[in-house]
């Protein structure tokens, strides 16, 4: 079978389909994401860690609604 318009997509150019795999480097990052990692190497040990237990925490949240 062949299609109605060969070399066409019906879906936009400028833009995967819905529920489609994005190349990551195209996908805009949150600005406050950005700052964290931005500065991630120099914050201290202690604050990094308290960022990740943070993170992780709310996974034992999630878990338990």
Known sequence: ??????GKNTHSENRAAP???????????????????ERWADLPQAVRAAMIAMVRATDLFANQE
């Open 1 to 6: 079978m062949t299609p109605e318009n060969p």
């Open 19 to 37: 529920g489609a795999a994005t190349d990551p480097a195209n996908v805009p990052i949150d600005p406050d994401l950005a700052a964290i990692i």
